[in-house]
């Protein structure tokens, strides 16, 4: 049986880039044979950059349900809140206390916390917090204590999931047998990194994102917004960095793609482009959006799904493989 696990944090609404970065393709991959499913909301992650305790609650609620709404079965997946399982925080500190300090240096988060400190002329540390910095070892928690295979994510967390395969394999290593499965990430290379707005990543702390469930009129708004060249109609378009393209093709079939570039290179203008982009995304976006409204307007079902989610995942993992690792590490077995 592969084990496919993947979440996301719960720090804002969510949008198009975690739809087909993680939410689309762990959907998918939960269905093939043989495999058991692990999905669930970073609500704990969500405490880095956050610090904002209605904005979590709110996120995680509209964040499982978009998991709900995306066609995820509660009875055939595990589907749980990462606050739900202090075991995650308990293998937190086993893996801090094997984790390289140089190895966490390099992290990206990191590292661009730290570039900018310097660029503003402050000290290298300035406001970054312990919280930051160990980000990639709650992670690695994650991942390990569930023994994952695949990890379906976009690019920009391929960096953690390596950094768990070395946190995962020291740990082996010290204590010398092999506790913890070495995870790998899974990344769809037709959406590997979706653009925002304004051609950058699209990311929550950019302020560029498209909310998945927008309403169409702002849907629509939002993509007659998107970034592009001053060509006019008749002029043929570059695909090459153009991120309405990008954003297309993570939605298209491949015809559909290879249409799209042939009305670029027959200059296509760029309101008929984007109109199109809008109809591609609405018409697989309205099913979701249409169980979303529903299943939002009912927080205690979707609460009652999380909690009997955990129960059931502590005892049958999370339980009884802390207690294995904390007799590995030295420490007495509370089961
Ligand atoms: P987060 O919440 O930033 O993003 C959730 C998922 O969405 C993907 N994603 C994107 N994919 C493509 N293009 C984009 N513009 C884009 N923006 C976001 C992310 O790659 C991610 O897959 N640390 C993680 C959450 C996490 C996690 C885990 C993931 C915590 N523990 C264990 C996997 C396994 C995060 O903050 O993702």
Redesign the pocket.
């Known amino acids: 049986t592969t084990r496919v ?5 719960t ?1 804002g609404t969510p ?4 739809y ?4 689309r393709p762990a959907i998918i991959a939960s269905h093939a044979g043989d495999t058991e499913s692990f999905f ?1 909301l ?1 609500d704990l ?1 969500s405490l880095i950059k956050a610090q904002e305790p209605d904005r979590t609650q709110r996120s995680t609620l509209e964040i499982a349900a978009t998991w709900l709404a995306a066609g995820l079965e509660p009875d055939k997946v595990w589907f749980y809140r ?1 606050s739900d399982i202090p075991e995650i925080s308990e293998l937190t500190w086993f893996l801090t206390c094997v984790a390289s300090k140089g190895i966490l240096n390099r992290a990206h988060a990191y590292k661009a916390a730290v570039d900018k400190n310097r660029a503003d002329g402050e000290d290298d540390d300035a406001a970054v917090t312990g919280g930051l910095f160990m ?1 990639p070892v ?2 690695a928690a ?2 390990l204590l569930f023994n ?1 295979h695949k ?7 391929v960096q ?2 390596e950094m768990a395969r070395d946190f995962g394999q020291r740990f082996n290593h010290v204590y010398g047998r092999d506790y913890f499965v070495l995870p790998e990430a899974a990344v769809d290379d037709n ?6 707005l304004d051609g950058r ?4 702390s950019y302020g560029n994102t498209i909310p998945l469930f927008a309403k169409p009129s702002e849907l629509k708004k939002l993509i007659f917004s998107i970034l592009t060249d001053s060509r006019a109609p008749g002029e043929p378009k570059d695909t090459a960095g153009s991120p309405l393209f990008q954003l297309y093709q993570a939605f298209a079939t491949p015809e559909q793609t290879q249409d799209f570039a042939q009305a670029y290179a027959d200059g296509i203008g760029w309101g008929d482009a984007k109109q199109q982009l809008f109809e591609l995304v609405d018409g697989q976006v309205a099913p979701l959006r249409e169980r979303y409204e529903a299943l939002i307007a009912r927080p205690d079902d979707i609460e009652d799904i999380l909690r009997d989610g955990a129960a059931r995942l502590r005892r049958q993992y999370a339980t009884p493989f802390i207690g294995e690792l904390r007799q590995a590490v030295g420490l007495r077995n509370l089961a």
């Open positions: 696990l993947t979440g996301i944090t720090s949008h198009l880039g975690n087909v970065g993680a939410v669930f970073a992650h990462q980000y709650l992670m994650d991942i994952a990890v379906p994510v976009g690019r920009d967390q953690h999931i959406v590997a990194t979706l653009p925002g990543k699209m990311s929550k």
